[in-house]
T-cell receptor, first 114, second 117 residues
Framework: AQKITQTQPGMFVQEKEAVTLDCTYDTSDPSYGLFWYKQPSSGEMIFLIYQGSYDQQNATEGRYSLNFQKARKSANLVISASQLGDSAMYFCAMREGGSEKLVFGKGTKLTVNP | DTEVTQTPKHLVMGMTNKKSLKCEQHMGHRAMYWYKQKAKKPPELMFVYSYEKLSINESVPSRFSPECPNSSLLNLHLHALQPEDSALYLC????????????????FGDGTRLSIL
């Protein structure tokens, strides 16, 4: 069973606008972490933001915020004030407590238009 | 610049060659990982080393041989690869401290783009 689902293969956004990338997850472990990574065409995988299952508040890191809805098992990434350099592949990932594995979704390709 | 350094950045090799990929981190992380990534796909886990011991091998063919000489260094030895092994190979590391690792992100290197002729 797929543990991380990203339903948007591709998204387009105008420069300076906000965009939401969707991620839903499935786990029975009460302790888990959710991560978002950015992968530009050059290949490096850049860690953006983390949300823990016990965190009461949504995580924020600069222009990135995570809309965490635990009951719906969703962890959407919000990018505010999009920039051309935000064009990349974005992966949602989950790590269950005590696990050595990071489980990735299939990714969403974001294109920022000028 | 990433804190996980991978060399070389690009590698072209024939099917009979032997080569090695190298990964280094100096963040004091005790878990290191090798991933294979094909174009437009998520990374696929290959191997995990925890405290310099191989803890996970995701049924990777024996033509890929990992090695962890010390806590900072991870190698992937390649021998008799096939054209379908052409991919981006990513190394990652994470802290791996305590029983609950769910709050520990993996930090990735820039990857090695491998082409098999």
């Amino acid at each position: 069973a797929q543990k991380i689902t990203q339903t948007q293969p591709g998204m387009f956004v105008q420069e300076k606008e906000a965009v939401t990338l969707d991620c839903t997850y499935d786990t029975s472990d009460p302790s888990y972490g959710l991560f978002w990574y950015k992968q530009p065409s050059s290949g490096e995988m850049i860690f953006l933001i983390y949300q823990g299952s016990y965190d009461q508040q949504n995580a924020t890191e600069g222009r990135y915020s995570l809309n965490f809805q635990k009951a719906r098992k969703s962890a959407n990434l919000v990018i505010s004030a999009s920039q051309l350099g935000d064009s990349a592949m974005y992966f949602c990932a989950m790590r269950e407590g005590g696990s050595e594995k990071l489980v990735f979704g299939k990714g969403t390709k974001l294109t920022v238009n000028p | 610049d990433t804190e996980v350094t991978q060399t070389p950045k690009h590698l072209v090799m024939g099917m009979t060659n032997k080569k090695s990929l190298k990964c280094e981190q100096h963040m004091g992380h005790r878990a290191m990982y090798w991933y294979k990534q094909k174009a437009k796909k998520p990374p696929e886990l290959m191997f995990v080393y925890s405290y310099e011991k191989l803890s996970i091998n995701e049924s990777v063919p024996s033509r890929f041989s990992p090695e962890c000489p010390n806590s900072s260094l991870l190698n992937l030895h390649l021998h008799a690869l096939q054209p379908e092994d052409s991919a981006l190979y990513l190394c990652a590391s994470s802290l791996y401290q305590g029983l609950d690792t769910s709050n520990q992100p993996q930090h990735f290197g820039d990857g090695t783009r491998l082409s098999i002729l």
